[in-house]
């Protein structure tokens, strides 16, 4: 049986350490704030947004949510975002993507600021990720796979780490994350060739393809740690991830379950860059 690496327990320590560091805030008048931009309402979107608010409030974070048209204009959206960055009381802003057809998606993001951008979208936050330099955060996902694995103590250093993926979403990101650990990092996709043979050799599997269930128990051999990233529904509605978890469970020695990992602990990694984006303003706060 498999270590079951639940996305609740790390997410709360996230959380407990933050309430200090916002009690320090407000100490000094500051209340750091999320601005949350939504356009229509998908219920993947919805989801998302009832779970960042229940994590706003544990951890002190104050939230506005501005729900636009699905068929707002360009210009609109980017006055709206433009609105953020002169706002100085807002710290930091989700926008959920993707954006509808009609939005070029790379100029809006690039419209908010990098010091604002809470969710690595813009092009100045993939600068830092992959530079380690100049403003703006890692993507929330990407950052909330990292999180479990060192919450968990999974080696990294020195571990061959093979990640099924190549977004700058997720999969991007958290291979440049993976190597800032001194992982070895194998990067793969649905289209690579004998990937099961690829994935075996692994000692650590993030699967973000997008793909349901699709690494199945011949993509695994014992000793591995799995981070299922994937949020997949079947034709019956049923939540899986990238990885059919009954199959592969029984294998390794760590796992993420879907729902339940990864998910649960991003909108705690989007509060923590929030307080991270209002400590910036008072450098001197111990």
């Known amino acids: 049986m498999a270590n079951i690496l639940r996305g609740k327990e790390v997410a ?41 608010l229940k994590r706003a409030e544990k951890a002190g974070v104050a939230v506005t949510v501005r729900a636009l048209p699905e068929d707002i204009p360009q210009k609109a959206l980017e006055r709206e975002l433009e609105s953020i960055n002169r706002d100085a009381s807002i710290h930091g802003c ?17 419209t908010l600021c990098p010091e604002k951008d809470m969710d690595g979208m813009t092009t100045g936050s993939m600068a830092r990720v992959f530079t380690g330099l100049g403003p703006g955060f890692a993507p929330c996902t990407a950052e909330a796979a990292m999180a479990i694995l060192k919450h968990y103590d999974i080696p990294i250093k020195g571990a061959r780490a093979v990640v099924i993926g190549r977004s700058l979403v997720i999969g991007k990101p958290v291979a440049m994350m993976l190597l800032k650990e001194n992982a070895t990092v194998t990067m793969c996709h649905t289209r690579t060739v ?88 008072w450098p001197e706060l111990p």
């Open 12 to 52: 709360d320590k996230v959380t407990e350490e933050l309430l200090e560091r916002v009690g320090r805030l407000t100490e000094k008048g500051i209340v750091p704030t999320l601005a949350v931009v939504r356009l229509g309402a998908r219920e993947d979107d919805l989801s998302y947004e009832r779970g960042a």
């Open 94 to 110: 989700l926008l959920f993507r993707p954006l509808p057809k009609h939005l070029d998606e790379k100029r809006i993001c690039d």
């Open 194 to 281: 004998n990937l099961p043979e690829v994935t075996r050799e692994g000692d650590i599997i993030i699967a973000c393809a997008g793909a349901a269930e699709m690494v199945t128990a011949g993509f695994v051999r014992p000793g591995q740690t799995i981070v299922d990233v994937g949020i997949n529904f079947t034709e019956g509605g049923r939540l899986v991830g990238d990885v059919a978890f009954e199959e592969v469970e029984p294998v390794v020695a760590a796992i993420t379950p879907v729902p339940s990992g990864v998910g649960s602990v991003t909108s705690a990694i989007l509060m923590r860059h929030v307080v991270e984006a209002a400590e910036s303003r």
